[in-house]
Each structure stands twice: as structure tokens, then as C-alpha cells.
């Protein structure tokens, strides 16, 4: 199979096997790419994408901004904070507006769940979901499972803790859809409130002691506590969740074995994970940070593909 079998990227959930290995092998190209002295490929010059974030973000919006340019794209970048959102415009007409302006593919990141699927449906352009709500963050799981791959050589058969603040993250969705359906065994690891009773219909296992996690894991990816979208207290002090869920490096050693350390980042340094394990051998977060450029490439490069207009690969 060649092309993807989505016209959008709206989740994790509706790809398939064969899509996601396909990304990963389209990526592999690119990070060759981004790694020569010109970094850029004239792919998608007759391509226009918007950039419309609705929501705060450094590390994927300056990703997809720079996976855009390295393709050749004409790209629009977007705002809620400076733009008529603020007067009241619905994202329908905001969107539609820019879409008058004719571009051909919309990258969002909106703090409302289904958002990207809403407006899939209402607006013609490829949509692809850079962050909706508590829902999904599909290229953060592509990057999170081709750092794996990268890393250990394959994600089958590999052993993932997702550990941390599972009920309000789109990470942990997109990357437990991501990491079961390339044939990792997840398991989850947090506090009983911070995770959703449904969690094992995914195919997941539940693991509430963090050292038993790691004893059995390969990976462990280390999530942020959202405080933003917390509307209550979910556990009684921080430093009680660093105390049982942080990973430090003593605890790293203490395990005698090697485990690869995830981050998706902006990191609570000291509560997650301590600044020792962030920056130690063990973390791979700069990579991830790095495969998310080509990631993005891919992602766009392959949506691009099944856009009516001819593009230059
Ligand atoms: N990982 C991630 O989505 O980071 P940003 O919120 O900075 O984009």
C-alpha cells in the first residue's frame, strides 16, 4: 500500500497497521532529509496550509511550522489570541473565511474534543488534528512510537507504561491506539483519580505501583499532570504524586535494567519526572522532539498526495 486510507488526520483511532508503518517508513526518509546540509524538497510548493491554533503550544506548532517549510509549502499562520475569535466568530466561519483565501489543508489545535472531526465535515481542506481538547494528539503518538521503533528497532512485542495523568490527556488515547495497534503491550499507571474507569476496554492493563510498572516495562512515557484542565483537587499534594508517580534517577537505577524515558513535553520538572532523568542517557525527549519534524513531514507529504491538486514529489 502506498497512500494512506484517511483524507485527514483527525486520530490515531482511524488509522490502520498498514497506515501507520507507512508514515514511519516516509519518515525515515525525511529525517534523512532534514539531516543534510539543504533540509528542504520542493514536494509541496503548489500547496497553501493554515495553521490555526486555538490553543497554546510551542513544541507542535513550531513542528508543524517547520515541517510546512522544509516541504516547500505557502503556509498562514493563525492565532485565537490576536484574531476576530475574540469578537465572537464561530470556528466555522473563522475557518471558512481562511479557506476563501484558498488553502488547501488546515492544521488545528483547539481545546474543544471532536473539533477536528466537526469541522472535517463542515469545511472543504484536508484537516489534520494537531490537539483537540482531552481527545486525541495523533502526530504526538506517531512521534512517541517512531522514537520507539528508533530506539529498540521494533514497537511489537515491546512493554509501554504510560504513567501519569491518563484522564485528561489526548496523548495517552492517541498513543495507546497507536502503540496496540503496532503489537506493544501497554500497561497504565497513575492515581485511581486520574484514571478512566474505562481505560482497560482499550486493551491496556492497569498498574497502580510505579516501581512494579517499571520492573515489567521497556518503555515508560511519562506524562505531564494537566493542571489546566483540572476543575477539582485529583490527588492531595504534588509533592505526594512526585513522591509515588515521579520518576527519579534514583529509582531508575535501582531497577537494574535499562528502560528508554518518554516525555511529550512541556515537562513539570520535579513532579513527573526529576531534572536528572530529563536530561540523563536514559531520556530520549530531544529525539522525540527532532522524529516529530519528519513525522509531520510525513504526515503532510501523505495527505498532500490525495489533495486534487497536483503537487511536485
Ligand atoms: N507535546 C506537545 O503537544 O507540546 P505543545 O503543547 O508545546 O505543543
Redesign the pocket.
Known sequence: MSELSVNHLLGIKYLNESDLHLIFETADRFKEVINRPIKKVPSLRDVTIANLFF?????????FELAEKRLSADILNFSAAQSSVKKGETLEDTVNNILAMKVDMVVM?HPHPGAASFLSKKVDACIIN??DGTHE?PT?ALLDAFSIREKLGDVAGKKVVIVGDILHSR?ALSNIYALTALGAEVKICGPKSLIPKYIESLGVTVEPDLRKALLWCDVANMLRVQNERMDKSYFPSVREYAQLYGLNLPLLESLNKSIVVLH???INRGVEVTSAVADSEHAIILDQVENGVAIRMAVIYLLAEKLIIPTNA
Not at 55 to 63: D, F, I, V
Open positions: 490553543e497554546n503550544s510551542t513544541r507542535t506548532k513550531l513542528s489545535r494537531a490537539g494528539h504526538q496523548v511529550p513535553g512541556p
